[in-house]
C-alpha cells in the first residue's frame, strides 16, 4: 500500500518538459487504461484523442492556458520545455452529469499511469475549444473537457506546509521548481474511530 501512495505523492503538476517523446507504447497504454475505469451507469461516453506528432503538438501550444495562479512567464512552458504530446478528454454531446466525474477519473488514471512510467503530466481547463477542434478535425458532438499534457518533467515539484493559511497559491523557486502547498491533515481529515 504505501509504494502506491508514493506514487500519488509524486504524481504533481508540471510544466516545463525535456524534448524527448513520450513512447508510442506509453500513450496507448494510457487512454486503454482510461477507457476502461470505471465510468457512470458504464455510459462509456468519453472520447480520447492523443496528438504527439512534433508538429500538431507545438500547434496546440497557443491554444492552451498554463498555470493561472503564475504569471505567464513563469508559468507557461518555454520553447525547449513544452510537453511532448497531448491527450485530449472529450465526451458525447448530451452526456449526463456525472460524465465529468467519469472525465476525472480517465484523467488521474493516465496522470498516475504516465507516472508510474517517469512521464509527467498537467491536467489543462483552459482550453481554447473551437481552435483545438480545428486542429484535430474532431467531430462536433464531441465535447473537449480536459487536456493532459504529458512528458518527462524538467523540474521538481514538492509538497510543502502552507506558509500562510489565507493563501495555497503553489510557487517557484530561482531554478523554476514548483513548492505546492497543502493542508495539513489536522485540517482537513476528521477520523471517527
Known amino acids: 500500500m504505501q509504494e502506491m501512495a508514493e506514487l500519488f505523492t509524486g504524481c504533481r503538476t508540471y510544466r516545463r518538459f525535456q524534448q524527448e517523446p513520450v513512447p508510442q507504447a506509453l500513450l496507448h497504454t ?10 457512470a451507469r458504464n455510459g462509456n461516453v468519453l472520447r480520447y484523442a492523443v496528438a504527439s506528432r512534433p508538429e500538431l503538438v507545438a500547434a496546440m501550444q497557443p ?9 505567464p512567464e513563469i508559468g507557461t512552458p518555454r520553447p525547449g520545455e513544452q510537453p511532448t504530446a497531448f491527450v485530449v478528454i472529450l465526451r458525447e454531446h448530451g452526456a449526463g452529469p456525472l460524465s465529468d466525474i467519469d472525465v476525472g477519473i480517465a ?5 498516475i499511469t504516465a507516472w508510474q512510467q517517469g512521464v509527467g503530466s498537467a ?6 475549444h473551437p481552435q483545438v477542434k480545428e486542429l484535430l478535425q474532431l467531430p462536433e458532438d464531441w465535447d473537449i473537457r480536459l487536456v493532459l499534457a504529458l512528458g518527462y518533467p524538467a523540474h521538481t515539484s514538492t509538497l510543502v506546509t502552507p506558509q500562510d493559511e489565507a493563501s495555497l497559491d503553489y510557487y517557484v523557486d530561482e531554478a523554476r521548481n514548483y513548492f505546492v502547498p497543502k493542508l495539513p491533515e489536522s485540517q482537513v481529515i476528521r477520523y471517527y474511530e
Do not use: K, Q, T, Y
Open 30 to 39: 494510457l487512454v486503454n487504461v482510461a477507457r476502461e475505469r470505471s465510468c
Open 63 to 71: 491554444m492552451l492556458r498554463w498555470a493561472a495562479a503564475m504569471p
Open 107 to 111: 484523467a488521474d488514471a493516465m496522470a
Open 123 to 128: 491536467i489543462i481547463a483552459s482550453v481554447n
